[in-house]
């Protein structure tokens, strides 16, 4: 290339995003860096070389090319949130707090800087801290529903606590929105669950359910419809794995949203072999893409080999963009893979599959207790259309257990909890590793935890959630009741 003079500048930075908004993202790499050398005070070049660096999984680079472009243009805002992220993301936390620290300074009075500061304290078990913020920010705005159900997550509030007082004021104030009051509701909910007054926490939970689900409703013959062709899609393929190699050795902890999949994955990432993936909800989006679907997907015995070797990269490059790990096993604990189990049992090699089960009463009280992202899980909303969807886990889990009999592990979370050393060391040994003592104590290396379970995982292993529905029986009448049709 020859050199670029300044006043070439627009045109190439212009040919350049539109290189890297194709997807051709080493070419646009070497431009971005051309342009730097010839304008090293343009802010837009490191921050776009560290989008980039991001998207192929380079965490360290990113956070050093955000703070680069951040001294370049101090104090703004969108460099600031990426370098935020970026530092999150590599597990930098000196350099997130201050970045975070720096966008409250540049507006005291936003909430969300200050809130976004307090939750990831939150995350990284920090909570005494992170409860000086929340209070001082409800103590500014006491009608803020979400700031109350945020808080509560992982604070127990007092019975004589003037923040529960307040809560209910802003219960009772008729000028609260609909999404204000989603949240107040799954908030006063816990509270009153943590106080022991278990009468009322579904009179909260109740309406909070219900306002989510005006906006995001669930139709359950659509979701049974999209399973079905997935299945039918993979039904009487060939199902063996590939034969195994180099490169990415995913686990895959699968089962209903609060069944334990958390604490699984801690006990398996504990080991020093193990690289923690989280939530990557990589999985099954990637696998419509590339072979339509759900209810267009192409049926596995067409799908030539090649296809499949592409899949099983495309997933890896995945990863690496998410977690920076590009080789060794690295846990996934998505939630909705058993619906393309078998594509992924026969696409990617090396990989093993844990599904956890858990009493499917706790399961729904969890869930129904929980606020969900909007849109995310709409079953949850409605006891009948959690039996649905936990119906509908069992019954694709049972089709694969027909078809690969020896395809994954099964392990059962009031087993785990109740004989925690055998059934630690079978999971251990069904993600194909050696023993480490450091398993069992799973709890001492949490770090940052980005899920509901965010203040469970950080205990050793307890036994008082097992058998917590027994308490509200008679508020799960229509779970129970909805699990007992055909």
């Known amino acids: 290339m020859f050199p670029i003079t300044r006043?070439?500048?627009?045109?190439?930075?212009?040919?350049?995003?539109?290189?890297?908004?194709?997807?051709?993202?080493?070419?646009?790499?070497?431009?971005?860096?051309?342009?730097?050398?010839?304008?090293?005070?343009?802010?837009?070049?490191?921050?776009?070389?560290?989008?980039?660096?991001?998207?192929?999984?380079?965490?360290?680079?990113?956070?050093?090319?955000?703070?680069?472009?951040?001294?370049?243009?101090?104090?703004?805002?969108?460099?600031?949130?990426?370098?935020?992220?970026?530092?999150?993301?590599?597990?930098?936390?000196?350099?997130?707090?201050?970045?975070?620290?720096?966008?409250?300074?540049?507006?005291?009075?936003?909430?969300?800087?200050?809130?976004?500061?307090?939750?990831?304290?939150?995350?990284l078990g920090r909570f005494t801290a992170a409860e000086k913020i929340y209070r001082r920010l409800l103590k500014a705005h006491p009608r803020n529903g979400e700031l109350y159900r945020v808080f509560t997550g992982t604070q127990k509030l007092a019975r004589g606590d003037k923040l529960l007082r307040e809560m209910k004021k802003a219960w009772k104030d008729p000028g609260q929105d609909d999404d204000s009051r989603m949240h107040l509701g799954f908030a006063l909910a816990k509270t009153m669950a943590d106080i022991g007054e278990t009468t009322q926490v579904f009179g909260f939970l109740n309406e909070a359910n219900a306002l989510q689900r005006r906006y995001f409703p669930y139709d359950p013959n659509d979701y049974a419809a999209d399973v079905e062709a997935l299945l039918s899609a993979q039904d009487g393929a060939d199902l063996s794995p590939p034969s195994d190699g180099a490169g990415l050795k995913p686990i895959f902890v699968i089962g209903m949203p609060r069944s334990g999949t958390t604490l699984v994955e801690q006990i398996i990432a504990s080991h020093s072999e193990v690289s923690a993936g989280g939530e990557l909800t990589v999985l099954p989006g990637l696998a419509y893409r590339q072979f339509g679907g759900p209810r267009g997907m192409a049926h596995l015995r067409d799908v030539p080999a090649d296809a499949l070797a592409g899949f099983a990269q495309n997933y890896a490059k995945a990863v690496q963009r998410a977690t920076g790990v590009a080789a060794g096993p690295v846990t996934d604990k998505s939630i909705q893979p058993f619906l393309v189990l078998g594509l992924l049992r026969r696409a990617i090699?090396?990989?093993?599959?844990?599904?956890?089960?858990?009493?499917?009463?706790?399961?729904?009280?969890?869930?129904?207790?929980?606020?969900?992202?909007?849109?995310?899980?709409?079953?949850?909303?409605?006891?009948?259309?959690?039996?649905?969807?936990?119906?509908?886990?069992?019954?694709?889990?049972?089709?694969?257990?027909?078809?690969?009999?020896?395809?994954?592990?099964?392990?059962?979370?009031?087993?785990?909890?109740?004989?925690?050393?055998?059934?630690?060391?079978?999971?251990?040994?069904?993600?194909?590793?050696?023993?480490?003592?450091?398993?069992?104590?799973?709890?001492k290396h949490a770090g940052n935890v980005r899920t509901l379970s965010l203040q469970q995982v950080r205990q050793p292993i307890y036994r008082s959630s097992t058998a917590a529905w027994k308490k509200y029986e008679a508020d799960l009448a229509p779970f129970i009741d909805a699990m007992k049709e055909p």
């Open 7 to 123: 006043a070439q500048i627009p045109e190439h930075y212009k040919r350049a995003k539109g290189l890297h908004a194709a997807g051709r993202l080493d070419e646009a790499a070497a431009l971005y860096a051309s342009l730097k050398a010839v304008a090293p005070g343009m802010a837009e070049l490191p921050f776009q070389l560290a989008r980039i660096a991001e998207a192929q999984g380079e965490r360290s680079k990113a956070v050093r090319l955000y703070a680069e472009a951040d001294k370049i243009k101090p104090g703004e805002p969108i460099i600031l949130r990426a370098l935020v992220q970026a530092a999150q993301a590599q597990g930098d936390e000196d350099s997130a707090i201050a970045a975070l620290d720096r966008l409250i300074a540049l507006d005291p009075k936003a909430i969300k800087p200050q809130a976004d500061k307090a939750h990831y304290l939150q995350q």
């Open 349 to 443: 090699p090396g990989a093993r599959f844990i599904i956890v089960h858990r009493d499917p009463r706790d399961v729904a009280l969890s869930i129904y207790r929980n606020y969900f992202e909007n849109g995310v899980h709409r079953y949850s909303n409605a006891l009948p259309d959690i039996a649905h969807y936990v119906k509908t886990f069992q019954r694709v889990i049972a089709f694969w257990r027909e078809r690969m009999p020896d395809g994954f592990h099964e392990v059962h979370y009031e087993d785990l909890v109740t004989d925690p050393e055998p059934q630690s060391r079978a999971l251990v040994r069904a993600a194909g590793l050696d023993w480490q003592d450091s398993c069992l104590e799973f709890y």
